[in-house]
DNA sequence: TAAACATATTCAATTAATTGAATATTAGCT
DNA sequence: AGCTAATATTCAATTAATTGAATATGTTTA
């Protein structure tokens, strides 16, 4: 299961409080595999009592205390061990494509308009990915390799976006043509 | 929830049973939205009860009985209202890409393997795509109005697992030249 | 001063998905 | 006669995900 190992490797970089992950999760790893904050604390807690997080109660003036969860070195090796463990593509379920399939049935000017909706949520996504590459990897030849398997994940949501935009402009062309 | 529309979208050409249905998904809308045979067994019933389907029992000779579903006047009402509302675009759950955000944490080479497979993995689908293409849409400007979104989900398809396969190249020319 | 927002976490109910097994019929192969 | 494979369906257990609510503290804003 992967939102385990999610959260493991966001607790990499800096260990931080679920509340922080969440934060986190939009922005980086939550990209590629989301998870509501509900789901996040259950799964903390489940990872503390499998010894691969630790957790410290940090006290905080003016604000609620917080905890704060580190990985532990059983935590990087499972990590790890899932990391080389090969798994397959991940199986898509898109609720817009079965739409597709039997989009005959409603009129056409609805859909186009769903397209377009469509089409405004990628090209925001792809505006997001493509400041995160301006902001964190200006220069993506000099890159530590920790670094350079992020910017990997980053070109891969980029490569996703910018197949989506492509497709919806020949659908909605498609759509009018007709 | 769109297992039961993907189940109804797959119904709207032939009536079939929950084994058929099973194998149309593997081939069309299948791709994507998945369902494990216990789910779209589990589905039907559910339809049935709801009044979208309805089910005839068929005694044939040399095999066991089946139940051929087949779509209400109800069911299309309730396919057709779940495609024209709107929807969000479709989340991102992909194992691979967590794993390539703490990919520095695993040897090059494993994780060059597990590149090369999924790269191999999407090489297949694609192939697969295209040659439904070239089967069942050898002339795309002339199609019936359903043909022509069924044209557009493959498209789609083949959009996505071409953009895959450029972000594999890509991965693997900088994971060995580091 | 009340409302809204940000921080910080937990609990409960429900729905959806996965995994594994069981059952029954017939065909074809060894 | 026994084995495998294909057809055809159901049940049960578990895990994962979604949805909605509740609680507590402090800051900012109207």
Redesign the pocket.
């Known amino acids: 299961?992967?939102?385990?190992h999610a959260i493991l490797a966001a607790l990499l970089g800096a260990p931080c409080?679920?509340?922080?992950?969440?934060?986190r999760f939009e922005g980086s790893v939550g990209f590629f595999w989301?998870?509501?904050?509900?789901?996040i604390?259950?799964e903390?807690?489940?990872l503390e009592e499998l010894g691969w997080l630790t957790s410290s109660?940090v006290r905080?003036?003016?604000?609620?205390?917080?905890?704060?969860y580190q990985i532990t070195e059983m935590g990087q090796e499972s990590l790890k061990a899932w990391i080389a463990e090969p798994c397959d593509m991940a199986?898509i379920?898109d609720d817009l494509l079965v739409k597709v399939f039997a989009g005959s049935l409603v009129p056409t000017q609805a859909f186009l308009a769903e397209l377009e909706h469509h089409q405004a949520q990628h090209r925001q996504r792809l505006a997001i990915y493509q400041q995160i590459e301006q902001q964190f990897f200006p220069t993506p030849e000099s890159l530590s390799i920790a670094d350079k398997f992020r910017y990997l994940a980053l070109q891969n949501g980029i490569h996703y976006e910018t197949a989506w935009l492509a497709w919806c402009e020949e659908a909605m062309g498609a759509i009018v043509s007709s």
Chains 1, 2 share one sequence.
């Not at 299961?1 to 385990?4: F, G, Q, R």
């Not at 409080?17 to 934060?23: F, N, P, R, T």
């Not at 989301?34 to 789901?39: C, G, N, R, T």
Request: glycine residues 2%; charged residues 25%; aromatic residues 8%.
């Open positions: 299961m992967a939102l385990s409080s679920g509340y922080d992950l969440q934060k989301q998870a509501s904050f509900q789901q604390y259950r903390l807690n489940k109660t905080q003036q003016n604000r609620p205390e917080k905890k704060i199986p379920r």
